[in-house]
């Protein structure tokens, strides 16, 4: 029997997760997609802690949540709040999709907002 679309997801990200993890030092930087909107976490996995959050669907970020546009100003927004935090290097998370459109607009966001991976 053949899974669905999110069960292949699931299973990439599981096998990206494997070498792919965050610490006190350098946290994670996780991205979720869901049909509406798109959310990113920073987590440090040795506490288990999420350090900062962002998402589409917060009144911060204006217009369409399906866009790139929202994409990128939610990178800039996890990007800023990083920086609240002191955080500037991050390892990221793709989260099992493929690197491009709306998640490669939002690393491409936080990068402009300072931080490094």
């Not at 069960?7 to 049909?35: E, I, M, W």
């Not at 939002?106 to 907002?113: I, Q």
Request: proline share 1%; glycine share 10%.
């Amino acid at each position: 029997m053949r899974g669905t679309r999110t069960d292949a997801r699931r299973r990439r990200h599981f096998r990206v997760r494997k070498s792919v993890h965050g610490t006190q030092a350098r946290p994670r930087l996780a991205v979720f997609r869901s049909n509406k909107h798109i959310y990113a976490q920073i987590i440090d996995d040795d506490t288990s802690r999420t350090l900062a959050s962002a998402s589409s669907g917060e009144s911060a970020i204006k217009g369409k949540t399906l866009t790139v546009e929202a994409a990128s100003q939610v990178g800039k927004l996890i990007g800023a709040r990083a920086s609240d935090v002191g955080i500037t290097k991050v390892v990221f998370d793709r989260g099992g999709y493929k690197y491009h459109g709306r998640i490669q607009a939002l690393a491409d966001g936080a990068r402009e907002s300072g931080l490094e991976f």
